[in-house]
C-alpha cells in the first residue's frame, strides 16, 4: 500500500536534547512537508522540500532542523533551541501539478512531549 | 499574505441533519486553490473537497458540497445527512496556484450526535 508513515506514534524526550522525527513515503512524491499542530491552531508549516537535496524554511522553522537525502525520506530534528517544543507534528507529501492540483497527503503523526 | 478564517470553534448536529461550516479567506492572488480537510479522533488529516478559484461550480463530494463565494472569498462547507463518522476537527486551507505552502484556519470541531 502506498502512503507515508511516520515514526514513532508517541515521543518523550527530557528538556535539552535534541530529537528526530521520522517521515517516509513511498509515493514517489517529490515534495515533503513538515507541520505543527498545537491546541486551538491550524497547522503550521516548518519546513518543506520540493526535490531532493533542497529544502526551504516555512513559518516557523526557528529551532527545527531537516535533511533530504533521499526522495523518500524528509526527517525533522527537534533540537534543544525550540523554545515549546511540544505538539503534534505532521509529515505530508504530494506530487506534481499537472491538470488539476496537487493535493498534500499526511502521515498519521507524531506526539511529542517534552518533561 | 494569505489568511484563513473558521470562525466556529465548535459545532453539534444530529444525525442524518444538514450543517454547514463556515470559512473565509484573504488573497491577493488571482489563481488558487481551497480545501476542507477533516482530522477525526485518529488525528490523520483526510482530504475531503477541492475547489479551484477559477472554476465558478461549485465541487460536491458525494454528501460534502461547498459553496464557494469568489467575491466575498467565503468557502464554506456543507454536509448532508450527516453520520456519526462525520465527527471530526475540520479545517478549511487555501493554496496559492505557484506555490506549494497550504494556509490553514484553526479548524472547526463538529460533533454528530445520535
Keep these: 500500500d502506498g502512503g507515508i508513515t511516520q515514526s514513532p506514534k508517541y ?16 509515493l514517489n512524491h517529490d ?6 499542530q498545537d491546541p486551538g491552531q491550524g497547522l503550521r508549516l516548518i519546513y ?7 529544502f526551504q524554511k516555512g513559518d516557523i522553522a526557528e529551532g527545527y532542523s531537516v535533511s533530504r537525502e533521499k526522495k523518500e525520506s524528509f526527517p525533522l530534528t527537534v533540537t534543544s533551541a525550540q523554545k515549546n517544543p511540544t505538539a503534534f507534528y505532521l509529515c505530508a507529501s504530494s506530487g506534481p501539478q499537472l491538470a488539476g492540483v496537487n493535493e498534500q497527503f499526511f502521515g498519521p503523526g507524531t506526539r511529542l512531549t517534552v518533561l | ?7 466556529q470553534p465548535e459545532m453539534s448536529v444530529q444525525e442524518a441533519e ?7 479567506y484573504d488573497t491577493s492572488e488571482s489563481n488558487y486553490y481551497l480545501f476542507w480537510y477533516k482530522q477525526p479522533p485518529s488525528r490523520q488529516m483526510i482530504l475531503v473537497i477541492r475547489q479551484e478559484a477559477y472554476k465558478q461550480q461549485n465541487a460536491t463530494e458525494n454528501r460534502f458540497s461547498v ?8 468557502f464554506s462547507l456543507k454536509i448532508s445527512d450527516s453520520q456519526l463518522g462525520d465527527t471530526a476537527m475540520y ?3 487555501s493554496r496559492s496556484y505557484n506555490t506549494d505552502k497550504l494556509i490553514f484556519g484553526t479548524g472547526t470541531r463538529l460533533q454528530v450526535f445520535p
Design chain 2, 67 to 74: 459553496n464557494f463565494q469568489k467575491a466575498a472569498k467565503s
Design chain 1, 48 to 54: 518543506y522540500s520540493q526535490i531532493v537535496n533542497d
Design chain 2, 18 to 24: 444538514t450543517v454547514t461550516l463556515s470559512c473565509t
Design chain 1, 11 to 26: 515521543l518523550f524526550r527530557k528538556e535539552g536534547q535534541n530529537v528526530t522525527l521520522s517521515c517516509e513515503q513511498n
Design chain 1, 31 to 36: 515534495a515533503m512537508y513538515w507541520y505543527r
Design chain 2, 1 to 7: 499574505a494569505q489568511t484563513v478564517t473558521q470562525s
Design chain 2, 91 to 93: 479545517f478549511c486551507a
